[in-house]
């Protein structure tokens, strides 16, 4: 129950409504002569706190309604005591926690130190100097709404940004100290695909062959184990078995952190090394006389700079005529052989070293067979097998009779 104040100065007791007449008003015990305010509040019995209240300049049946609605928001855990935490407060804690590892992706895994870097840099330069200050619990939708609104930029740094506000509030949502999570429902800016570059079995090779020896080994093990630039980098003879044909994939390298565990378990797994890959890394290990430390290393400890890489490959294909690829396109290009070579689904999903099989369908899944054609076609030849295998066994039933 809320305390009142009459025109007089005199507390009431009108329950959960308070009542505030102008300074003017001189009813002194007769009508009132002004048109009163009146507070609405909701308590919370469990905190003895006061959750929310709302204004409303003469309108006590507003304040009755209002009241009301709050109550049974209230019940239903909607309506929560607010918790003092701002967004700058909730943002710092995100990066603490996620750089000691106390907080974790919901698989349970550490995030990476680049992702830790890029949510770091999103509340830094686009959410705190407008939302900072702000209580989490009286962030709306619509605030973060006009946040992203008004940002500059691509539909992928857009959403980037509010990728840590959704942490930040997914987890003051599980603590109870946000009634609801405003970072769902939005309307986000549609992220453009783009064809990916994908390179053909003999497009591969001439894009090899194109390279000068010394690097044909590192671009082949992107073209056909299909590693990612940070593993690739990272990438030590210790974890290439020439002899079993695999390469396990431990580490990955950061820029700043150096090597680093891979941010899932998926990421730690084992990829087998094709005949045609194995002659390049047996020619690359012999040339750089090293069976220890980093395979594609400037030396054992230093990895290669990607940048440098990429542009002494870009400038070897041009003058051979061919279209440059990048290694993450490589990576593309490794799960479009496997696909093609018949590799399931879910054997690509580890080989990739996706956390889920979903991840790896919703990125190749259009090359996997499954179109209209080809599924009718392989429907024809079952039936056309089965047919075959039915006549063959009838064939064979009318012999035996005619013994």
């Known amino acids: 129950m809320l305390m009142q104040l009459d025109r007089n100065g ?4 009108r329950e959960g409504i308070e009542v505030r ?7 002194k015990g007769a009508r009132c002569r002004c048109t009163p305010s009146y507070r609405a509040g909701v308590w919370s019995a469990r905190d003895r706190k006061l959750i929310r209240s709302e204004w409303f300049p003469g309108d006590l049946a507003a304040a009755k309604a209002w009241r009301d609605d709050a109550r049974a928001a209230a019940r239903k855990g909607a309506l929560r005591v607010g918790s003092a ?39 830094r330069l686009r959410v705190i100097p407008e939302l900072g200050a702000v209580r989490l619990t009286e962030v709306r939708r619509a605030d973060i709404q006009r946040l992203l609104e008004q940002m500059s930029g691509d539909a992928s740094t857009i959403r980037n940004t509010l990728l840590p506000l959704r942490v930040i509030f997914r987890r003051a949502v599980l603590r109870d100290e946000v009634g609801a999570n405003p970072t769902t429902g939005l309307e986000l800016p549609a992220v453009r695909s783009r064809r990916d570059r994908v390179a053909t079995p003999s497009e591969a090779t001439a894009l090899l062959d194109a390279l000068p020896s010394a690097e044909r080994a ?24 020439l002899a079993a044909g695999v390469i396990e994939v431990t580490r990955s390298w950061d820029d700043r952190e150096g090597p680093v565990e891979p941010k899932s378990r998926s990421g730690r ?4 090394i094709a005949a045609l890959l194995r002659d390049h890394l047996v020619e690359h290990r012999m040339a750089t006389v090293r069976s220890a430390g980093l395979v594609f290393g400037i030396d054992g ?31 593309h290009t490794f799960a479009s052989l496997m696909i093609a070579a018949g590799v399931n689904a879910k054997a690509l999903s580890e080989y990739m070293g996706h956390a889920s099989i979903t991840i790896t369908m919703n990125r190749y899944g259009h090359l996997l067979p499954g179109s209209e054609n080809q599924a009718a076609a392989m429907l024809d030849r079952f039936l056309e097998e089965e047919a075959a295998t039915a006549k063959g066994r009838a064939a064979g039933a009318e012999n035996v009779a005619n013994v």
């Open 21 to 27: 007449h102008t300074r003017g008003c001189e009813g």
């Open 85 to 123: 935490a701002t967004v700058r407060a909730g943002g710092e804690q995100l990066i603490e926690g996620m750089r000691d590892g106390t907080i974790r992706t919901r698989s349970g895994d550490h995030y990476k130190p680049s992702t830790i870097r890029g949510y770091e840099q999103a509340l």
């Open 10 to 13: 005199r507390k009431q007791r």
């Open 218 to 241: 590192l671009w082949a093990t992107a073209l056909y184990a299909g590693l990612r630039r940070g593993e690739l980098r990272a990438l030590t003879w210790e974890n290439v078995d």
């Open 269 to 272: 797994r084992k990829v087998p």
């Open 301 to 331: 400890v230093r990895p290669f700079q990607d940048s440098t890489v990429r542009k002494r490959g870009r400038r070897m294909w041009e003058s051979a005529g061919l279209r440059s690829i990048d290694l993450h396109e490589c990576r």
